[in-house]
Structure formats: structure tokens, C-alpha cells
T-cell receptor, first 118, second 114 residues
């Protein structure tokens, strides 16, 4: 069974600084995908970045990057140059290779609340 | 169009009421999902539809009844709910069978059962 762990329930970060959000996962499948989502207070889940288990390079999307350490089963999100609008809940999620059998199931970690201070 | 639209945004219902939540997408996605999210918790999967057929029911009580009338629409029918069912209900959609495809979420329906 899959398990996603986010050990930081909440974090403060100063505006314009970088912040790293931790995510560790456990799966027996060699093929899987890892996702990060942002959830502002409005409720909508916003997709940020994706990392595949066979991707050779760490994913980057604008100010978001992934520090993917496959052997350690970690996929930490780095947000550079934090902005006030980055204040939100952040969720790490996983989909494994049995996507058809599992119904394309996406499993979420417990989330990390980030508050950016001016 | 990369939107998932959920209606209503807010709903207050009594324990004897019957109501429905609606979700619509026009991205051609053939997988659609219902998630339930309590405050300060991650989304919990309730149901998954693949090609308009129910593929996953995560042991959800029968007072929640999903329906997928066509490839663009997903409903969640509610009947005889309990106060503990109050939560944010999120609908999502994605392509089927691709590992790297993200799920697109709607803004959710904030449900309060009184």
C-alpha cells in the first residue's frame, strides 16, 4: 500500500526567501508519479509540479523545484523567492503504476501549512 | 478550457433533506473523482469513475450516492446526512491510464449538515 508522509504541519517563511517542504513516500512499485498541490483558503487544489520515478532530472516549474532523492524515497518541494500569495496548504501526492487497476487513484500526504511573512 | 466547475459553492442542509452536488468538466477527461476534505486534513478519496463506470468506492456510506450521467458530468446525491458529514467536497478529473497526468480540481462545495 502507498503511504505519503509530510512531517511539517506548519512553517513560517520570510518573504523573498526560499522554503523547503518535506515529503517522503513508501511504495513497492518501481513506477510511480509524485505531485505537489497548493490549496489556498478558497479551497481549490492547484497543481504545481510533477516528478516521475524514472525521470532523470529533478522537475522544475518556475519558482517551484523538486529535490527528488529516489533511494531515500523523498520528494521535497522547494519554493524560491517566496511571495505573500504563497501562503497556503501544500500537499504531496502519489499515483502508482497500477493506475488502471487502482482507478487512477491519487493518494495525499497530510499537508504542510505555509505562512509567508512580509 | 481547463476548469472543473462545481455547484453549489456552499450548501446547508438538514439531516432529512435530499440534495445533490454537481461537477462538470469539458477537458475530455474520462476519470472523475469525488473527495471529502475535513478541516486541516488532506482530501480523502470517496469515489472514482473511469469511462463513466464506477471503478472505486472507498467504503463510503450509502447516504452518499454518486452518478456519472455522461463523460462531462459527475453528481453526488446526498440523503439523510449526519452533522459529521459536514466538509469540503472536491470534484476532480484527469486522463485515464497515464501516470504523469495531473488531476484538475474544482473549488469544492462547502457542505454544512444541521
Amino acid at each position: 500500500a502507498q503511504k505519503i508522509t509530510q512531517t511539517q504541519p506548519g512553517m513560517f517563511v520570510q518573504e523573498k526567501e526560499a522554503v523547503t517542504l518535506d515529503c517522503t513516500y513508501d511504495t513497492s512499485d518501481p513506477s510511480y508519479g509524485l505531485f505537489w498541490y497548493k490549496q489556498p483558503s478558497s479551497g481549490e487544489m492547484i497543481f504545481l509540479i510533477y516528478q516521475g520515478s524514472y525521470d532523470q532530472q529533478n522537475a522544475t516549474e518556475g519558482r517551484y523545484s523538486l529535490n527528488f532523492q529516489k533511494a531515500r524515497k523523498s520528494a521535497n518541494l522547494v519554493i524560491s523567492a517566496s511571495q505573500l500569495g504563497d501562503s497556503a496548504m501544500y500537499f504531496c501526492a502519489m499515483r502508482d503504476a497500477r493506475i488502471k487497476a487502482a482507478g487512477n487513484k491519487l493518494t495525499f500526504g497530510g499537508g504542510t501549512r505555509v505562512l509567508v511573512k512580509p | 478550457d481547463t476548469e472543473v466547475t462545481q455547484t453549489p459553492k456552499h450548501l446547508v442542509m438538514g439531516m432529512t433533506n435530499k440534495k445533490s452536488l454537481k461537477c462538470e468538466q469539458h477537458m475530455g477527461h474520462r476519470a472523475m473523482y469525488w473527495y471529502k476534505q475535513k478541516a486541516k486534513k488532506p482530501p480523502e478519496l470517496m469515489f472514482v469513475y473511469s469511462y463513466e463506470k464506477l471503478s472505486i468506492n472507498e467504503s463510503v456510506p450509502s447516504r452518499f450516492s454518486p452518478e456519472c450521467p455522461n463523460s462531462s458530468l459527475l453528481n453526488l446525491h446526498l440523503h439523510a446526512l449526519q452533522p459529521e458529514d459536514s466538509a469540503l467536497y472536491l470534484c476532480a478529473s484527469s486522463q485515464v491510464g497515464r501516470l504523469n497526468t495531473e488531476a484538475f480540481f474544482g473549488q469544492g462545495t462547502r457542505l454544512t449538515v444541521v
